[in-house]
């Protein structure tokens, strides 16, 4: 989230574990979706998947958004 959003801007964080995550296993964390709420922040719903998309930890963010948004292209 700090590399999206940037430090210090993450206000609230909670992720519940729905599977195990081994050593070796190859993890991609995804932003599912965006929601602007009061001036500045935004709800997030985040994922964090294994290998063929298994969903093994779920959970949600606030973050104070900022002008531009970090993506993975940047």
């Not at 940037?6 to 081994?22: K, S």
């Not at 190859?26 to 922040?41: D, I, N, P, R, S």
């Amino acid at each position: 989230l700090t590399t999206w959003f940037g430090e210090g801007r993450v206000l609230r964080f909670a992720v519940r574990f729905q599977a195990p995550v081994w050593p070796g296993d190859a993890l991609v964390a995804a932003c599912q979706g965006l929601t602007e709420t009061e001036a500045g922040t935004a709800e997030l719903d985040l994922t964090l998947s294994r290998g063929a998309g298994d969903v093994v930890l779920s959970g949600t963010a606030r973050v104070r958004l900022e002008a531009r948004i970090r993506t993975d292209r940047d």
